[in-house]
């Protein structure tokens, strides 16, 4: 199968073109992985066999196009949430992920949506907004979702005052852009510049009812999203992991 890849030349406008070494291919994630790992964030230990890494090039592909979100289908421990943070790091895109305690209800998680708005939508950042299943620990979460997928809207997310604090930041800028300084033009551009901005990558197990029953109640889930697979590991995937760790395993002489 082909793999097609817009990573490989530095610096230029991204040319989209045929992988024709794997080995190039491999070695540069290679060098993006360690440079992740030395970034401050928590390292991650990957082995970038060949399935992994053309669903590195299909995150990359997806994400980088404006209003791009992807829906990963596949099991826990696959590789999806590694694999979109290296896919992320290598789009040099901000990654925001919730992180859920015992007391992470809805109000929590709209304060969460309320920060990754300001980001894309003020600061004007590229943001990943990375996603698992397991984090569902209200319904009302996907909703919210569903509707940052299909209008990139969520329903009063913004109290009057927060949403004026908003609009204040962004006059200036709006101003440049040529857009009326109403509160009508003013929220159209700021959910605007939002939907251009933030991609929503989401994990999810195909395991059970819960995912059909989820999909059925929230269309957005598959129609706004590009569908990506993790299948169980190729032979050649499972030799490859088994390689790097039993490489280091001292067998004696006997």
């Known amino acids: 199968v082909p793999v097609f890849a817009d990573f490989l030349r530095e610096g230029a406008d991204p040319v989209y073109e045929d992988v024709r070494k794997m080995e190039t291919l491999k070695e540069l994630l290679e060098f993006k992985l360690e440079d992740y790992n030395a970034s401050g964030f928590v390292p991650m230990d990957l082995v970038l066999f060949r399935d992994a890494i053309e669903h590195i090039c299909r995150i990359v592909r997806v994400v980088r196009c404006q209003r791009g979100n992807m829906l990963l289908i596949g099991v826990g421990g696959s590789g999806r949430q590694s694999l979109s943070r290296l896919a992320s790091f290598v789009l040099e895109y901000k990654v925001f992920q919730i992180e859920v305690t015992r007391q992470y209800r809805l109000n929590e998680f709209r304060e969460d949506l ?16 990375l ?8 319904e009302d979460f996907l909703e919210d979702i569903n509707n940052i997928l299909s209008s990139g809207e969520v329903p009063n997310l913004f109290p009057p005052d927060e949403m004026e604090e908003v609009f204040n930041d962004l006059r200036p800028i709006a101003k440049k852009a040529g857009v009326e300084d109403t509160p009508a033009s003013l929220k159209k551009f700021f959910i605007s510049r939002v939907r251009n901005n933030l ?49 280091e395993v001292n067998f004696g002489d006997g």
């Open 114 to 129: 309320r920060s990754l708005y300001r980001l894309a939508g003020v600061d004007n950042k590229p943001t990943v907004f």
């Open 131 to 138: 996603f698992v299943d397991t984090q569902i620990v209200v």
């Open 199 to 247: 991609h929503v990558i989401l994990c999810m197990s195909p395991v059970g009812d819960a995912f059909r029953n989820r999909m059925r109640m929230y269309p957005g889930l598959v129609n706004c999203t590009t569908i990506d697979f993790f299948n169980a590991w190729p032979t050649d995937a499972l030799l490859a992991v088994a390689s790097k760790y039993m490489d």
